[in-house]
């Protein structure tokens, strides 16, 4: 693994967490790219391979992600090993944080987030529920402001794993193929991992392999939340509710955040017009919009938690070894 390896300072403990430092104060200062975001080419990309390949089984939706995400991973590891192999260290350490800077979406989900709730705080509903369809799945035309409140919070402590937290617990092993991978797999299961007739058979290996991916960063995420907050409560949450949650890595991440805030979230809702049960997550008051601010708090306290925590691991890697 990655954080075990040192060659000219570029594959050391210290190094990794020196770059992730890095990625997330550009993150911080910077956001996302303004004229042209990767991620957003990548979209593109995957929906003309998706209607060149979908023919509604399993093994088209195989083929489709592999032609997605194999040869830009390929070509990431390549790049990071030829800037290895020639000693180019600081090629390499650019190349991760800047890898590493545009795959992780820290600020750019808290600032939708705020987008939300500078109308919600204002009484425009109309234009809150405009802000929140573009992180949510959900329709969103009747909400009210309960709805829009819980559906914000969902989402920031979902995606602070997605985002930010799966992409840098990647990074930490893999480096930027690591990252790069990782917010490929989650941006297709975004795409295709709908349960309806036309994604069911052909999105089945993206949003399985982005389970498999998102399991081990979701459950630290999970943790991180509940020592941030209430942790006797996120925990008691996390242990009864996540099981009953859709999603095997969003249960806990929400579930654990919601007891962690002392706020109850969820509820049942509409998705493409149909209406989906959903069980209630967390305990204490109905999440008002005064609770936004605090999921945001959380996300960013958790971000320079893992900061800390791997610049810590560094120097113990560097002492004991």
């Known amino acids: 693994m990655m954080i075990f390896f040192d060659l000219n300072f570029g594959y050391s403990s210290l190094a990794i967490a020196l ?18 975001h990767p ?21 088209s939706g195989l083929i489709a992600w592999i032609a997605a995400t194999v040869p830009l991973c390929l070509l990431s590891f390549w790049l990071q090993h030829t800037l290895l192999s020639m000693g180019n260290t600081l090629g390499f350490w650019l190349f991760n944080i800047v890898v590493l800077y545009i795959a992780i979406g820290q600020r750019s989900l ?3 987030a705020q987008w939300i709730h500078q109308p919600l705080s204002q009484g425009d509903l109309d234009l809150a529920r405009e802000k929140v369809g573009w992180i949510v799945s959900r329709n969103t035309e009747t909400m009210d402001q309960r709805q829009i409140t819980s559906s914000t919070i969902e989402s920031v402590l979902e995606n602070g794993n997605d985002a930010i937290f799966g992409t840098l617990f990647w990074f930490a092993l893999l480096g930027a193929p ?5 917010r490929l797999v989650n941006t297709l299961d975004a795409m295709w991992g709908y ?4 994604w069911l058979e052909f999105g089945y290996v993206a949003a399985k392999v982005d389970d498999v991916m998102g399991w081990a960063p979701a459950r630290l995420t999970a943790l991180s939340y509940s020592l941030l907050g209430n942790t006797k409560l996120a925990l008691k949450c996390w242990k009864e509710q996540a099981k009953h949650c859709s999603s095997p890595n969003g249960g806990p991440v929400m579930t ?3 007891g962690a805030l002392q706020i109850i979230i969820g509820g049942d809702t509409y998705y493409h017009g149909k209406l ?19 999921a945001i708090s959380l996300v960013q306290k958790t971000s320079v938690l893992w900061a800390i925590v791997m610049l810590l691991l560094s120097l113990l890697t560097l002492c004991l070894f």
């Open 19 to 36: 770059m992730m430092i890095a990625a997330l104060m550009l993150d911080h200062l910077l956001g996302e790219p303004k004229r042209f």
């Open 39 to 59: 991620l957003i080419g990548f979209g593109y990309a995957v929906e003309k391979i998706e209607k060149l390949l979908n023919r509604a089984t399993k093994f």
């Open 110 to 112: 808290l600032e939708h």
């Open 178 to 182: 690591g990252a790069l991978l990782f």
């Open 195 to 198: 349960k309806n007739e036309r």
């Open 256 to 258: 654990s955040g919601a």
């Open 276 to 294: 989906v049960k959903k069980r209630p997550m967390g305990k204490g008051n109905i999440a008002t919009l005064e609770d936004i601010p605090r």
